[in-house]
């Protein structure tokens, strides 16, 4: 990268041969990102990251305004509509799993084990009490999801607290642990005597279990009601709790903790175990809401979205929820498109370049190209200041 | 006894992937470099290695075209944003990670479980090849295993006792001391070394997906990448530890079909899950063994300071 006097020397050319007086001069200076100036950025690295695949989708699939088929059949369309919400639904547990960590400074790369793990779990309860009312079922599965969630991310957990081990790894490898984990119960104890051909899925949940509709435009799942009344829960106990101060002051430094009398080890694992918790609750949204059986596929990578959303989102949960149906759109026009012989797994090439435009509107946020008196020096030699933070 | 030669010499295969993607990394982490989308490297290095090897029947170039498609990879996706515009290191590493993932898929799906025809020149070490039981166990393998396994020694070699490895050490310790006291050129060969463990990590994709498994399949790294992130953290940024993490991995993720082969009564799905709990445990035990004091780089994973 260049100095800022480079790149200033650089512009200053640029300048004198454009527009303005003669006197004045362009410099780059580096200067702290304010809020809206962050947001702006990542939006812009949003539109380019889409604009990249809407192009690739328009040079490989050879079908006539396919883009206008899309966004037609996705917004235009009751179904499309419906399908929107229940592709967002999960999308704010698994953001959010991945957001709340990340405040005190943590990456929770585990959202898709805990989706699982909190599955799993509900999955349990309702097959050991397959009687039970609807109400206490559908409150049992969605208690049990919370519990599983965190349970699956205790482990990386402690190890983080007690013995500082990375998380990165130690939550993404129990993603993969959660995989054999499932497939057994599938293909053992839940199996589904009927199923089709190698199809690996469990029985059906008991009828009572699957979450009641609530009629708001035609047929919204009660899962968008809990996903919601979560996503604001969490941010108002990120706002106004001194559980949110608390993870706020560690996300700022663990040295600032220490010295506000915060304890770094307990904030560390409660935000964690929060993460894992909504993960497992999303789990249970899409199983009781959606799938109303346990199956591999269960989660459609929505753990590994969740770290995009996070990410895009930045610090607000307000992000998140804007972040969320923005995903559900494009997994929406993903699923439409998949008819033409696009592969789900090209979705993983969209995260990665938000992730990486991300990252670097992040960077260039904190440039500013400003015009400066001829000879003034000032703002230059002023700039380099914390360079690189 | 037969079983244990085959599972030994199994496991020595499984684990090269993993050893080369490791020393890879270990390179690129001593000099302060966090890549944590080994994992989408690999993939990469995979899918070109398969391709490649299909359209020319030649596995040899198809080992070292993933290689460089490995490079290439690295250099744009992981080295542009982290040394030519000084992001963190993390997201480019999610980026390098799922873009890999999707990418690989992309390209392979016309390709899916179609075998690879020809095998890699498999080398016999001369003399002990011809004992028999010693060949089973070490005397012959293709290729890469003799280079994975040779490597970490040179590279130990390299960074203990050369002035270049003091420099890569210094790079990694303290980046602006190196940089301006040191006059060590930091940014080129922090370049150099993604582009390095691009190429190991490449080949190690290749040699997976052409040597090992014999074809592309979605995902069929499972894993291995961030396995090779817990077996540079086991071996405390020593090359030589990493030879024994990989090999110990390399009989995890093959222990299904042991089990398979000797009807264990134990589940395979469970078997399965094996080297993933064991990346987590193993991390675990190392860091209670060494009470967090690891030998990582300081500067590992922190942003280049630039001078103004």
Redesign the interface.
């Known amino acids: 990268?260049r100095?800022?006097?480079t790149l200033g020397g650089g512009a200053t050319s640029l300048g004198a041969v454009g527009t303005g007086p003669a006197r004045r001069r362009w410099a780059v200076v580096r200067e702290e990102a304010s809020e809206t100036r962050s947001w702006l950025y990542r939006l812009v690295a949003v539109v380019l990251a889409l604009a990249i695949a809407a192009a690739y989708l328009v040079a490989s699939v050879h079908v006539p305004d396919v883009l206008g088929l899309v966004l037609r059949t996705t917004f235009a369309t009751q179904p499309g509509l419906q399908e929107l919400v229940v592709l967002a639904t999960p999308f704010f547990l698994t953001a959010l799993a991945v957001q709340v960590p990340l405040r005190v400074g943590l990456?929770n790369i585990g959202g898709e084990g805990q989706f699982f793990a909190g599955a799993w779990l509900a999955t349990a309860f309702a097959f050991a009490l397959p009687h039970a009312p609807g109400a206490l079922l559908i409150v049992g599965m969605l208690l049990a999801g919370a519990a599983g969630g965190a349970l699956w991310v205790t482990?990386?957990m402690l190890?983080k607290t007690f013995?500082?081990?990375?998380e990165?790894?130690?939550t993404?490898?129990?993603n993969?642990?959660v995989v054999?984990?499932v497939?057994?119960w599938l293909?053992?104890p839940w199996r589904y005597a009927s199923s089709q051909g190698g199809t690996i899925e469990s029985r059906f949940l008991p009828v009572q279990s699957h979450l009641p509709l609530v009629h708001l435009a035609g047929g919204l799942d009660s899962g968008l009601l809990v996903a919601v009344g979560l996503t604001a829960a969490v941010g108002a106990v990120v706002r106004y709790s001194v559980l949110g101060y608390r993870s706020r002051v560690v996300g700022s430094g663990r040295d600032v903790a220490a010295y506000a009398g915060v304890s770094v080890r307990r904030t560390v694992a409660l935000s964690l175990l929060v993460g894992g918790a909504l993960a497992g609750v999303g789990g249970v949204l899409q199983l009781a809401g959606n799938s109303y059986q346990l199956t591999p596929g269960l989660s459609n990578n929505t753990g590994?979205l969740g770290?995009?959303m996070a990410?895009l989102a930045g610090g607000s949960v307000v992000g998140v929820i804007v972040m969320s149906c923005l995903l559900a759109v494009i997994m929406s026009a993903g699923q439409v498109v998949q008819i033409y012989g696009v592969?789900s797994?090209?979705?993983?090439?969209?995260?990665?370049?938000l992730?990486?435009m991300?990252?670097?509107a992040?960077?260039?946020a904190h440039y500013r190209v400003v015009r400066q008196p001829a000879g003034g020096g000032a703002a230059v030699?002023a700039?380099?200041g914390d360079?690189?933070? | 006894m037969h079983t244990f030669e085959l599972y030994f010499a199994a496991a020595i295969l499984a684990g090269t992937p993993l050893l080369l993607a490791a020393t890879g990394e270990l390179l690129a982490e001593t000099v302060g470099l966090l890549n944590i989308g080994i994992e989408g490297l690999m993939l990469m290095g995979a899918v070109t290695g398969v391709v490649v090897t299909l359209h020319t029947g030649d596995p040899e170039l198809g080992l070292l075209c993933g290689a460089l498609a490995g490079a290439a990879y690295l250099l744009v996706f992981y080295a542009l944003p982290v040394i030519g515009l000084g992001t963190d290191q993390v997201l480019p590493g999610f980026g390098v990670w799922f873009v890999g993932l999707g990418l690989s898929q992309l390209i392979g799906n016309s390709y899916q479980n179609t075998t690879v025809p020809a095998q890699s020149t498999v080398v016999g070490l001369p003399g002990l090849d011809r004992i028999p039981v010693v060949k089973e166990l070490v005397g012959q393998y293709p290729w890469p295993v003799y280079l994975a396994f040779v490597l970490p020694f040179a590279l130990a070699w390299m960074l203990g006792h050369t002035r270049h490895g003091r420099n890569l050490r210094a790079i990694g310790e303290d980046p602006e001391a190196a940089s301006s006291g040191a006059g060590i050129g930091v940014r080129r060969w922090r370049t150099v070394y993604v582009g390095v463990n691009g190429l190991l990590g490449g080949l190690a994709g290749a040699m997976l997906a052409v040597v090992v498994v014999g074809e592309w399949g979605t995902d069929v790294t499972a894993g291995r990448g961030f396995i090779a992130l817990a077996v540079v953290i086991f071996s405390g940024w020593r090359p030589m530890r990493c030879i024994v993490g990989a090999y110990v991995f390399g009989g995890l993720l093959i222990l299904a079909d042991l089990g398979g082969a000797l009807a264990w009564p134990v589940p395979s799905d469970f078997l399965d899950m094996m080297p993933y709990v064991g990346a987590v445990a193993i991390l675990i035990a190392w860091a209670a063994q060494s009470r967090g004091r690891g030998a990582a780089p300081s500067a590992l994973g922190a942003r280049l300071k630039r001078a103004g």
């Not at chain 1, 013995?163 to 990375?166: A, D, Q």
């Open positions: 990268m100095s800022a006097a990456w482990i990386p190890a013995l500082n081990v990375n990165i790894i130690t993404l490898m129990l993969l642990v054999s984990w497939a057994y293909t053992g590994y770290i995009a990410v592969s797994q090209d979705v993983f090439i969209l995260i990665g370049l992730l990486l991300a990252t670097v992040e960077v260039v030699t700039a380099p360079l690189g933070r």
